[in-house]
Structures are given as C-alpha cells and as structure tokens.
T-cell receptor, first 119, second 114 residues
Framework: AQTVTQSQPEMSVQEAETVTLSCTYDTSENNYYLFWYKQPPSRQMILVIRQEAYKQQNATENRFSVNFQKAAKSFSLKISDSQLGDTAMYFC????????????????FGKGTKLSVIP | DAGVIQSPRHEVTEMGQEVTLRCKPISGHDYLFWYRQTMMRGLELLIYFNNNVPIDDSGMPEDRFSAKMPNASFSTLKIQPSEPRDSAVYFCATQVIANTGELFFGEGSRLTVL
C-alpha cells in the first residue's frame, strides 16, 4: 500500500516570503499522480497543483510550484510571495495511474501541514 | 455546476442515535468517495463507488457504518448506532478519471456525537 508522509506538522512564513512544504511517498509503481490540496478554515478542500509522474517537468500554478524528485520519491510544494489567504492546512496526496491496472483510483493523503502566513 | 453538495453541514446528536449524511455528486463524475477527517487520523477513505456500485469498503470501520448510492445523483452514509468516537468531519468527493483523477470535494459534514 502506498503511504504519504508530511514531516512538518506546522510551519509559518512572513507575508511576501517563500515557503516550502515537504512530502515524501512510498510506492512500487512507476506511473502515478501526485497532488497538493489546500484546506482553509472554511474546511473546503481545494486542489492547488497536480503532477503526473511520467512528466519530468515540475508543475507550476502561478505562485505555487513543485519540486518533484521521482527517484527520491519526494514532492515538495513551494509557495512564493506568500499571502494571508494562503493560511491553511496543506495535504499531499498520491493516486495510482488509472492506466496502471491497479484498479483503484483512491487518493491517499498525508497528515497535513498547517501553514500560517504572518502579516 | 454547483459542485459536490453535502448535507447537513453540521449535525449534533446523542450516542445511540442514527445519523444519515447525504451527498449529491457532480453530474457526469463516475467515482464517488466518502472520507472521514479527524485530528488523530487525518483523512481516511471509508468507501468508494464506481457508477453507483461499491468497489472498496475496506475502510468502513464497523458494521455500524453503511453507505449506499441508489443512483448517479445521490449517496448516503449512515451510522447506526452512533458513538462519540464517530465525531469527525465527513467528506464526499467525486472524480472523473479522464480528467487525471482530481477529486472534487464537498464542504463536509461535521458530526458531533455526545
């Protein structure tokens, strides 16, 4: 079974600064998807960014980017120019590729990192 | 589309009572998942459906929990009888595999069992 580990339960960053959240995972599969989800105090889970394992290029979405190291099974999230609205829980998640034949498309989530952006 | 709709948003009940949580998925999404979130255990998958058929219910904690999806537009998660340790936020999420697997979550139902 896949496992996802987020080693930083809490982090803080000054507004406008850059912060990196760590995530490692364990799998024997070669094709899979990785995700970062954000959960603000409103509780709604929102997709931040997605990475497909077969793509070597790191995904970016505006101020959010990832550092995907497939051999190391590492998938960190970098938030640039942090804003107060970035304050939230951030969850890393893993999913087997639907084309891998694994037959299960569930996402496995890490325990989360609570990020606080300080004014 | 209105997104995944869950009800109730908050539920407070007493131990032993039956609890029913409801979910209306996004139209056209083939997969529906029920997750439970607690501080101690994080997000746990309880059960998921594909085209209204339960595929994997190995995460359902006990026989007190049951889930149904009678049609493509509606799913329920029932707890009978409820216990204080069932207190958690329950999320429904849907997915279209052709869209690379992103989960679309509802706003969650916060359950408190006294």
């Amino acid at each position: 079974a896949q496992t996802v580990t987020q080693s930083q339960p809490e982090m803080s960053v000054q507004e406008a600064e850059t912060v990196t959240l760590s995530c490692t995972y364990d799998t024997s599969e070669n094709n899979y998807y990785l995700f970062w989800y954000k959960q603000p105090p409103s509780r709604q889970m929102i997709l931040v960014i997605r990475q497909e394992a077969y793509k070597q290029q790191n995904a970016t979405e505006n101020r959010f980017s990832v550092n995907f190291q497939k051999a190391a099974k590492s998938f960190s999230l970098k938030i640039s120019d942090s804003q107060l609205g970035d304050t939230a829980m951030y969850f890393c998640a893993f999913m087997s590729s639907p084309y891998s034949g694994a037959g299960s498309y569930q996402l496995t989530f890490g325990k989360g990192t609570k990020l606080s952006v300080i004014p | 589309d209105a997104g995944v709709i869950q009800s109730p948003r908050h539920e407070v009940t007493e131990m032993g009572q039956e609890v029913t949580l409801r979910c209306k998925p996004i139209s056209g999404h083939d997969y529906l998942f029920w997750y439970r979130q607690t501080m101690m255990r994080g997000l746990e998958l309880l059960i998921y459906f594909n085209n209204n058929v339960p595929i994997d219910d190995s995460g359902m904690p006990e026989d007190r929990f049951s889930a149904k999806m009678p049609n493509a537009s509606f799913s329920t998660l029932k707890i009978q009888p409820s216990e204080p340790r069932d207190s958690a936020v329950y999320f429904c999420a849907t997915q279209v595999i052709a869209n690379t697997g992103e989960l679309f979550f509802g706003e969650g139902s916060r359950l408190t069992v006294l």
